[in-house]
Nanobody
Framework: QVQFVESGGGLVQPGGSLRLSCAASGIIFSIYTMGWYRQVPGKQRELVATITSGGTTNYADSVKGRFTISRDNVKNMAYLQMNSLKPEDTAVYYC?????????WGQGTQVTVSS
């Protein structure tokens, strides 16, 4: 069956770094656009970054220059390298695979940026 497992979240001080990972199984990973989204309580889930099957990336303005999305089509993994973290980056981060009208979400991983 289709399964996504996110990992790498945690508590980090402002200015620190974290690397999120998303392990996918049950899909032909290489043909999907992969994305990272985040959500805080009481707010809508928002786009953080996406990477197409061809490697084209797109970032929210709030994370440009600080976050980097990447993928490994051999290992069926997607990553989000987060540097220079700010308290406002605190959220649950979700990975998503998209192709046409099909969207598959992971269960989320908590990222907390606090001193």
């Amino acid at each position: 069956q289709v399964q996504f497992v996110e990992s790498g979240g945690g508590l980090v001080q402002p200015g620190g770094s974290l690397r999120l990972s998303c392990a996918a199984s049950g899909i032909i990973f290489s043909i999907y656009t992969m994305g990272w989204y985040r959500q805080v309580p009481g707010k809508q889930r928002e786009l953080v970054a996406t990477i197409t099957s061809g490697g084209t990336t797109n970032y929210a303005d709030s994370v440009k220059g600080r976050f980097t999305i990447s993928r490994d089509n051999v290992k069926n993994m997607a990553y989000l390298q987060m540097n220079s973290l700010k308290p406002e980056d605190t959220a649950v981060y979700y990975c998503k695979a998209s192709r046409g009208s099909r969207n598959i979400w992971g269960q989320g991983t908590q990222v907390t940026v606090s001193s």
